[in-house]
């Protein structure tokens, strides 16, 4: 069978099982988008490139199967750069095809021409110019396993426009189908460290106040199943970071909640004091942390990593196990109940109890709407929560919302929660809360999004009007960029610069409306629960609630950047029992209070 590059690509992508590409097409992949009209490939045309790679992270996210976006040369290259950033930092597997100039202009300057592979090279896990017609299929097959295997991350694939193209007698070869990769280079499958897990083991059973440390990487492993066994086969607490939220369930008894900078206080405390750190596929990234040098002084700490050039980035390891988590759980859980398991251990009672005094005493609060004041954004997600199937996939942008949605959602389920870690981007929700969709037609699927975030990717609304895809938005609209806000008000003397929206310019329900979605406005806390079940209630076409939100409400707990995990600010209402549960603490340290 003869095909030229273009077609080549296509068949390429449906042989790795690629069920929809996330794009927008332009002058140098337009040979490639002649084929897909006859592909059974579906494809999703954004309104923006960067909202593409957005949706392709969101499909990834929902799904753990690469996520394929592609877009044209030049400036889109350019607008994939973000999507692509934010999947390096998240590990997430995503697949880019860019166009690029003709080989003869490459390196002239020609119209639209970027060196897109070495634009990318810092936040790729790899990518490839390809410069051959033939050598397509065997380009996309490496992509694909490099993108899902090992750590997960996101490659890419530039294709110069006349290996592509039907009217170039040179783009055409027969068609060949790779059995295997050609990646002399590259071996992600490791050989288990018995000795290692052994090595842990010990630490374990000696450990008076264990605490498992979850990232993302037990998500990516597909480990959630196994964590749980782990955690009930020896009674050990478990903290699971803002990327894994949903690997653990909220609801389980063993359950703290989420560390870190807007963590719960019993999860960001119970790291401080533990005795033994068990991180399973986490970092030990700046916003868990906090002061390195102040960090979980007396934890031991047993990291596992696929990626071994996280093993004492940040702190030192005692003992450290490469490996995939599900594999490295799996061994480990062998080797407790060899040991004797729970009843063969320290004991944890002490520490247990402790744990249960501080979730009593710093449970996680804010104070109710006063009668004719805007809505609290809490009392907003704790309604959504509740009016939702327990499987829901939430998506949410970067701020204040998306501390508020990870603190106040219960994660039961793993895979429901999408968002932006690393990176941080603004505007996220939208665009990866419809490849979520695009993934899962039959599944809720809700993006809590902030006013600043809404308003720089709206517009991919028209994408999920257009195409079906029926996601449902709840806009906290507070008129501000609220965690800038928060962060002017503590730190610079509420001097607040440039950070103010507006509640009503845009019209958010206008705006929504005019692309293609069912809009509804809420000022009053006793219409939130209705309105909510009527969105719930829409499934033929998107729906954005216009949520009128407090200004001045603050994320806590909160530790500022920096600072010190022992220096968490709680809530105002808790301040005065801190300072007594400071000052008891000291004292049975020995320490002047």
């Known amino acids: 069978m003869r095909l030229n590059g273009g077609e080549a690509l296509i068949k ?36 923006h490139e960067q909202g593409a790679g957005h949706m392709a992270e969101g499909y990834a996210h929902a799904t753990g199967r690469p996520g394929v976006c592609m877009v044209t040369s030049g400036p889109a290259a350019t607008n994939i750069v973000t999507p692509l950033a934010d999947a390096y930092l998240d590990s997430v597997p995503l697949v880019c095809i860019t166009g690029q100039v003709g080989l003869a202009a490459i390196g002239t300057d020609a119209f639209q021409e970027v060196d897109t592979t070495g634009i990318t090279r810092s936040i790729t896990k790899h990518n490839f110019l390809v410069t051959r017609a033939q050598d397509i299929p065997q380009a996309i097959r490496d992509a694909f396993y490099i993108a899902t295997t090992g750590r997960p991350g996101p490659v890419l694939v530039d294709i110069p426009k006349n290996i592509v193209d039907a009217g170039n007698p040179d783009a055409y070869f027969e068609w060949e189908w790779p059995e295997t990769t050609d990646l002399p280079g590259y071996n992600p499958e490791l050989p288990l460290d018995h000795d290692a897990v052994a090595e842990a083991v010990e630490l374990i059973m000696a450990a008076e106040r264990p605490l498992l ?46 560390p870190g900078m807007h963590g719960n206080y019993t999860a960001i405390t119970a790291m401080q004091k ?7 596929g986490s970092r030990f990234d700046d916003r868990v ?15 596992v990593d696929i990626d071994p050039a996280e093993h004492g980035k940040v702190r030192q390891p005692d003992v450290a196990i490469v490996g995939d988590c599900r594999i490295v759980m799996e061994a480990m859980v062998d080797a407790l109940r060899t040991a004797g398991g729970a009843e063969s251990a320290a004991d944890h009672s002490a520490w247990r109890q402790q744990l249960s005094g501080w979730q009593e005493n710093f449970p996680l609060t804010y104070e109710a709407s006063a009668p004719g004041e805007l809505l609290k954004p809490q009392f907003v997600l704790e309604k959504l929560r509740d009016g939702c199937p327990a499987d829901t996939i939430v998506a949410s942008g970067v701020g204040q919302h998306q501390m508020w949605t990870s603190q106040y959602w219960q994660f039961d389920h793993p895979y429901t929660w999408v968002n932006s870690g690393g990176l941080g981007t603004m505007g996220f929700s939208i665009p990866a809360a419809i490849g979520a969709k695009a993934a899962y037609p039959d599944r809720t699927v809700w993006a809590v999004d902030g006013d600043g975030c809404f308003q720089m990717t709206a517009q991919e609304l028209v994408t999920a009007s257009v195409s079906k895809i029926p ?22 003397e509420e001097r607040y610069s440039e950070v103010y929206l507006s509640h009503d310019m845009p019209d958010y329900v206008k705006w929504a409306e005019a692309m293609g979605c069912v809009a509804f406005r809420v000022e009053d806390p006793d219409e939130v629960e209705a309105v909510i079940a009527r969105a719930n209630a829409i499934n033929d076409r998107p729906v954005v609630i216009d949520f009128r939100c407090h200004s001045n409400e603050k994320v806590y707990p909160m530790v500022a950047a920096g600072g010190s995990n022992d220096d968490v600010m709680v809530d105002p209402s808790q301040e005065a029992l801190l300072v007594v549960a400071k000052a008891a603490s000291a004292s049975q340290n020995g320490e002047p209070s």
């Open 213 to 258: 440390y979850v990232g993302g990487g037990v998500l990516k492993s597909r480990g959630a199943e196994i964590l749980r066994q782990l955690a009930e086969l020896m009674n050990l607490p478990v903290v699971t970071t803002l990327m894994a939220r949903g690997a653990f369930p909220d609801s389980h008894e063993l359950c703290l909640g989420m």
């Open 274 to 280: 533990s005795d033994l750190l068990i991180a399973m």
């Open 289 to 303: 942390t906090g002061k390195v040098g102040a960090f979980a002084p007396e934890a031991k700490i047993i990291h």
């Open 471 to 492: 996601v449902k938005i709840a806009l906290l609209n507070n008129a501000y960029l609220g965690m800038v806000r928060q962060w002017q008000e503590l730190f610079y």
């Open 12 to 47: 390429s992508l449906e042989m790795m099982g690629t069920e929809v590409i996330f794009g927008y097409p332009g002058g140098a992949i337009l040979p490639v988008y002649d084929p897909i009209i006859d592909s059974k490939i579906r494809h999703v045309l954004a309104r």
